[in-house]
């Protein structure tokens, strides 16, 4: 029997109603704004600490990595607004390109944490790892990550998947969408639309604290929630530091050595 798919706790949700102030406008208008600083800063800083994997990105090649996402499935798959992305993904640089590439398309996301899911509902495009292929919903096209160091490719493919880190290099490095997103979009399968979805991360970053010459640790296993671990210091205009497997003797040396200013559970 299939459980239910992870849901932002309830302080999340109620900050979608506490936070009022405007003009953050939808999702892929909080990216741009973050990377227009200055492109060339680190914006995303990947650990994995069972692997050694150090993974930096710039506003500018995360942004690349989104356009191409977001062209594999405008132009790759045929999708567009209204259309439904299952990922079923750990937090990871990966599927921060996956998530801002959806939603710069238009899409509906609905994210579940693998971890404590075995399904969720059928959608148009689905993107699980390699170890939980039972956590895919039924879909029209299939991706499956590996996630492996350096975005290498898998060696063997699933049967029925396709090798997202594979596909997505093939596709243009920018996305100019058909349509504008509209703050009205639905953000998440729940209905949450684009800006109730900014104006929750834009609570949730004032309520931490967080500001544009911020630098964010965030530790994968306490912050699962991509209105978490991503959107918040984005909306903020924060840098992020992505730990997952965080070893804890490793931490305050980290803290130093990526000049960390906030840490975010």
Same mark, same amino acid.
């Given at each position: 029997?299939?459980?239910?798919?992870?849901?932002?706790?309830?302080?999340?949700?109620?900050? +979608?109603?506490?936070? #009022?102030?405007? $003009? %953050?406008?939808?999702?892929?208008?909080?990216?741009?704004?973050?990377?227009?600083?200055?492109?060339?800063?680190?914006?995303?800083?990947?650990?994995?600490? #069972?692997?050694?994997?150090?993974?930096?990105? &710039?506003?500018?090649?995360?942004?690349?990595?989104?356009?191409?996402?977001?062209?594999?499935?405008?132009?790759?798959?045929?999708?567009? @607004?209204?259309? /439904?992305?299952? +990922?079923?993904?750990? @937090?990871?640089?990966?599927?921060? #390109?996956? /998530?801002?590439?959806?939603? &710069?398309?238009? !899409?509906?996301?609905?994210?579940?944490?693998?971890? !404590?899911?075995?399904?969720?509902?059928?959608?148009?495009?689905?993107?699980?790892?390699?170890?939980?292929? *039972?956590?895919?919903?039924?879909?029209?096209? =299939?991706?499956? /990550?590996?996630? *492996?160091?350096?975005?290498?490719?898998?060696?063997?493919?699933?049967?029925?998947?396709?090798?997202?880190?594979?596909?997505?290099?093939?596709?243009?490095?920018?996305?100019?969408?058909?349509?504008?997103?509209?703050?009205?979009?639905?953000?998440?399968?729940?209905?949450?639309?684009?800006?109730?979805?900014? =104006?929750?991360?834009? $609570?949730?970053?004032?309520?931490?604290?967080?500001?544009?010459?911020?630098?964010?640790?965030?530790?994968?296993?306490?912050?699962?929630?991509?209105?978490?671990?991503?959107?918040?210091?984005?909306?903020?205009?924060?840098?992020?530091? %992505?730990?997952?497997?965080?070893?804890?003797? *490793?931490?305050?040396?980290? /803290?130093?050595?990526?000049?960390?200013?906030?840490?975010? &559970?």
């Amino acid at each position: 029997m299939p459980l239910t798919p992870y849901r932002h706790s309830p302080d999340l949700e109620y900050l +979608v109603v506490i936070s #009022a102030k405007g $003009g %953050l406008g939808n999702v892929p208008a909080v990216f741009r704004a973050a990377i227009a600083a200055d492109p060339t800063r680190p914006l995303l800083t990947f650990y994995d600490d #069972a692997t050694g994997e150090r993974t930096e990105l &710039s506003g500018t090649t995360l942004e690349n990595w989104v356009a191409k996402t977001a062209n594999l499935l405008v132009d790759g798959c045929g999708l567009g @607004p209204g259309d /439904l992305a299952a +990922v079923v993904l750990p @937090p990871h640089w990966q599927t921060a #390109a996956v /998530l801002l590439g959806a939603w &710069s398309a238009g !899409l509906t996301v609905t994210y579940a944490d693998p971890v !404590l899911t075995e399904a969720t509902e059928p959608a148009e495009v689905s993107f699980v790892t390699a170890d939980r292929l *039972a956590t895919a919903p039924e879909a029209g096209d =299939r991706f499956v /990550l590996g996630l *492996a160091p350096m975005a290498l490719p898998m060696r063997e493919v699933p049967a029925g998947f396709v090798d997202y880190v594979a596909e997505v290099r093939g596709h243009g490095d920018h996305f100019r969408p058909y349509a504008p997103v509209r703050d009205t979009d639905p953000a998440t399968a729940d209905g949450t639309t684009q800006e109730e979805y900014c =104006r929750a991360a834009r $609570g949730l970053a004032e309520a931490r604290g967080i500001g544009p010459a911020d630098r964010v640790l965030v530790d994968a296993a306490e912050a699962a929630d991509p209105l978490t671990w991503l959107l918040a210091p984005l909306v903020a205009g924060a840098s992020i530091v %992505l730990c997952a497997n965080l070893d804890p003797a *490793a931490r305050q040396r980290r /803290l130093e050595i990526e000049r960390v200013t906030r840490v975010l &559970s």
